[in-house]
T-cell receptor, first 110, second 112 residues
Framework: KQEVTQIPAALSVPEGENLVLNCSFT??????LQWFRQDPGKGLTSLLL?????REQTSGRLNASLDKSSGRSTLYIAASQPGDSATYLC?????????FGSGTKLNVKP | KAGVTQTPRYLIKTRGQQVTLSCSPI?????VSWYQQTPGQGLQFLFE???????NKGNFPGRFSGRQFSNSRSEMNVSTLELGDSALYLCASKDSASNEQFFGPGTRLTVL
């Protein structure tokens, strides 16, 4: 069964810092990996989707990479801002289902 | 294009009651999935519907059920509510071409 782990569980950084969030998964037979952001009490907002054949995707200050062979993905956030404060979740899709990590709670201090 | 909508946004029920939640996917999306999110368990997959058929199911008791209509709108029903059913229930629709999921704002269910 697929297991998705996100480290660290929480992260606090000063504004302007570049940071990396990690996601690891146990079964490399995935269709895609998706990164989401969730604000307290709200739904999930899709940030980036990486298909299994891709190595990375970029959107603005965000860059996500995927290494299927090692079962790892990273989300790089450049020049972090207080508005980036949220919980970031990764999800991998196999043939049937999506599997979510428990998230990294990010706090960007002004 | 309108996003995923969920109604109601908030619900308060008492133990033993039943509840029905509704989800309207993004226009053109035929797949709808439901998730339960709690602080202790995180996001847990309930079930997925595609073209009115349940395609996948998570590990939840039979008190949790769902259905999908011909217009792709979906409903989730929880019968005989328990205190532990208090959670944020999220619905997601999926683009069949890219398999990208898009989530609604959720329904916050509180069971007293």
């Amino acid at each position: 069964k697929q297991e998705v782990t996100q480290i660290p569980a929480a992260l606090s950084v000063p504004e302007g810092e570049n940071l990396v969030l990690n996601c690891s998964f146990t079964d490399s037979a995935i269709y895609n990996l998706q990164w989401f952001r969730q604000d307290p009490g709200k739904g999930l907002t899709s940030l980036l989707l990486i298909q299994s054949s891709q190595r990375e995707q970029t959107s603005g200050r965000l860059n996500a990479s995927l290494d299927k062979s090692s079962g790892r993905s990273t989300l790089y956030i450049a020049a972090s801002q207080p508005g980036d404060s949220a919980t970031y979740l990764c999800a991998v899709k196999d043939f049937n289902k999506f599997y979510f990590g428990s998230g990294t709670k990010l706090n960007v201090k002004p | 294009k309108a996003g995923v909508t969920q109604t109601p946004r908030y619900l308060i029920k008492t133990r033993g009651q039943q509840v029905t939640l509704s989800c309207s996917p993004i226009s053109g999306h035929r797949s709808v999935s439901w998730y339960q999110q709690t602080p202790g368990q995180g996001l847990q997959f309930l079930f997925e519907y595609f073209s009115e058929t349940q395609r996948n199911k998570g590990n939840f008791p039979g008190r949790f059920s769902g259905r999908q209509f011909s217009n792709s709108r979906s409903e989730m029903n929880v019968s005989t509510l328990e205190l532990g059913d208090s959670a944020l229930y999220l619905c997601a629709s999926k683009d069949s071409a890219s398999n990208e999921q898009f989530f609604g704002p959720g329904t916050r269910l509180t069971v007293l």
